[in-house]
């Protein structure tokens, strides 16, 4: 059984640094490419960033870029989502996602198999 599991999250103040982890089993890691959604009250999932199955690439949603890192440590089956320069407009449920065997991860979240329940990120002003 596939397990993505979520940590992390939690209240931050604006111009926080958290990092999120999302740890992976029940499939081989390195097998998926990995992505972070992420979905505000009253909006949509959206797309946050993506992690190639080697690490090799990454994609990130422009409101993010320069501010959040995708990372993976396939030796330990955990994807991170480093998070700098917290904004009020990043609170949100953040979750992590697998895709299978993808070099190109995608930024849809139609293309990804498996999913975790999420963690709460609240940034306070």
């Known amino acids: 059984q596939v397990q993505l599991v979520e940590s992390g999250g939690g209240l931050v103040q604006a111009g926080g640094s958290p990092r999120l982890s999302c740890l992976a089993s029940g499939l081989t890691f390195s097998n998926y490419a990995m992505g972070w959604f992420r979905q505000a009250p009253g909006k949509e999932r959206e797309f946050v960033a993506a992690i190639s199955w080697t690490g090799g690439n990454t994609y990130y949603t422009d409101s993010v870029k320069g501010r959040f890192t995708i990372s993976r440590e396939n030796a330990k089956n955990t994807v991170y989502l480093h998070m700098n320069s917290l904004k009020p407009d990043d609170t949100a449920v953040y979750s992590c996602?697998?895709?299978?065997?993808?070099?190109?991860?995608?930024?849809?979240?139609?293309?990804?198999?498996?999913w975790g329940q999420g963690t709460q990120v609240t940034v306070s002003s």
């Open positions: 996602a697998a895709r299978l065997g993808a070099v190109e991860p995608g930024n849809s979240a139609a293309l990804y198999a498996y």
